[in-house]
């Protein structure tokens, strides 16, 4: 018997990203991911989301920043 109250597509559609992010409460990560394993439609959603997300992780990784901006925010950094 689930402890929680089912979530709509649109409520899980707003928390989409958070949940991406692992950025919500334990319980609405749960509400999240059971609507997921019987929404088709979420479930897409998420699939394309969290594919988007680690396509622009991976090109991330592959930038190289300037060394005057890497300089500029060691300075930033410091004066912190």
Known sequence: MRSVDPLTCEQVFRRLNDYLDR????AEMEQVAEHLEVCAQCASEHAFEA???DGLKERLRHVTAPPSLLDKIQRILSAS
Do not use: G, S
């Not at 950025?23 to 334990?26: A, I, K, T, Y």
């Open 23 to 26: 950025n919500l409460e334990d």
């Open 51 to 53: 594919t988007m997300l």
